[in-house]
């Protein structure tokens, strides 16, 4: 029976995929540090597993890959937090969380599961569009993604060396809790379309048949990474002239909410 490890899995993406895999006749150990989330998240399942784990920390993560039952075929990194904010509005401390958890948690799940993933398994971990492109009001937030991508870009050929693979999937935005839970809507989110939650694990699947390493969704994810290869510049300041034209003509907009969680 394959095994699978999915961070982040008691909501969200992290839950989705847990949800398929599970579907598809997979164990699955679900790990989040939301111990109310964990307990309701595919209940009453058989061959599902849940821990309490906390991604800041590196003993924590070590401890739960030491202590599974059986060697994962994936490891799904899905666990993260989102804070948005311009530069006069962004809250250091806030800063600091989401680099902790998206940034170092990254680190402590691939240094704690390299040594103990067998040729032929795969990781896959969650970065975003932001990591991609500097997004207006998503300073703090993309600055972690870009190191999440950076990271794995750094260590995935010695992975590879050793037979296991190494994905970092680029989503859009998707109305997840994460998402739904954000101090208010950005700009962004009104100008541009939400990914559906199903686009994205269909994504996934495909990246763990084609082991491909970057993972992107939708042809407005590959857009956007075509254009600022090309002209980063130009695309910079159009995305900061929409916003700018969206919020003089809608000044209630930082009071609007994200799509309903399907």
């Known amino acids: 029976m394959k095994h699978a490890v999915v961070t982040g899995g008691a909501s969200g993406l ?11 006749g ?9 111990a109310a989330g964990l307990e309701a998240a595919l209940a009453g399942r058989e ?15 070590r401890r739960a890959f030491e202590e599974l039952g059986a060697e994962p075929q994936l490891v799904f990194h899905a666990a993260g937090l989102c804070h948005v904010g311009d530069l006069e509005t962004l809250r250091l401390d806030e800063c600091r ?3 902790e958890v998206n940034y170092f948690g990254t680190v402590h799940v691939l240094h ?12 896959i971990c969650v970065a975003s569009v932001a990591g991609l492109k500097g997004l207006p009001e998503f300073a703090g ?3 972690t993604k870009f190191a999440v991508l950076g990271f794995c870009e750094a260590v995935e050929g010695e992975l590879r060396r050793r037979g296991v693979a190494l994905s970092v999937l680029c989503p859009p935005a998707v109305a997840t809790p994460m998402v739904r839970s954000l101090s208010y809507h950005p700009a962004l989110y009104s100008l541009f379309p939400f990914s559906d939650e199903r686009a994205v694990v269909e994504t996934v699947l495909r990246g763990m048949r084609s082991r491909r390493f970057l993972l992107l969704v939708d042809r407005g994810s590959r857009a956007l990474r075509l ?8 695309l910079a300041r159009y995305l900061e002239w929409r916003i700018q034209r969206y919020r003089g003509a809608h000044p209630e907009w930082r009071t609007e909410r994200p799509p309903p969680l399907r």
């Open 14 to 24: 992290g839950l989705a995929l847990a949800t398929r895999l599970h579907h598809e």
């Open 26 to 34: 997979w164990a699955v150990d679900l790990w989040d540090r939301n």
């Open 47 to 61: 061959r599902v597993g849940r821990r309490e784990v906390d991604v800041r920390s590196a003993e924590e993560v």
């Open 97 to 99: 969380l989401d680099m």
């Open 112 to 123: 704690a599961a390299a040594p103990r993933l067998r040729p032929g398994s795969h990781l």
């Open 141 to 143: 937030y993309g600055a």
């Open 227 to 234: 254009v600022d290869r090309v002209a980063p510049r130009l």
